[in-house]
């Protein structure tokens, strides 16, 4: 059982709270405050999001296109394609899986499964506001034949992870 004095001192706190807010004080911003609706049409369905310099990136995927991954960033209601530059065959089969980005610089992931294990065949993607290029990687840099599953793609001050 927790002290009588602890009690006081939280109810006097919830009264202080409430005094301030019946007091006039602002509101914080809301999701109307936020955000914009913006009806986007995309090449596919949505696979990925990211901001960049507080612009969604919108990571789609079409069975119809090569590559099958696309990329379009919203300004206000502007919608405008991104160049997605693939390499390898695996590339340009692959589903934007992560998208991350850091001011100019967007990085991104695609993978879809294929070889004879049925495993993720991954590509790594970078690039800024003009579109992302395949940045191609050895077999084993995922763990060849073993491969396992990525939790993500993100930024750093150093380059991306």
Known sequence: MAPAGGTRVIALGALVVLA???GGCSRPPGFHDLFTD?????????????????????????????????LASVIGQS?????VRA????????RWRFLAADGGRLVGVTGISG??????????WAGDESGLTEQPQTFETFGGVDAGGLSGAAVERDGPL
């Open 38 to 70: 913006t009806s986007v049409v995309t090449r596919g369905q949505i696979t990925a999001l990211a901001s960049q310099n507080g612009h969604p990136v919108i990571g789609s995927y079409d069975v119809d296109s090569r590559p099958r991954a696309g």
């Open 20 to 22: 301030a807010t019946a």
């Open 115 to 124: 070889g004879a294990h049925g495993n993720v065949r991954w590509a790594v």
């Open 79 to 83: 919608v405008r394609p991104l160049a």
């Open 87 to 94: 390499q390898t065959p695996y590339a340009f089969e692959g």
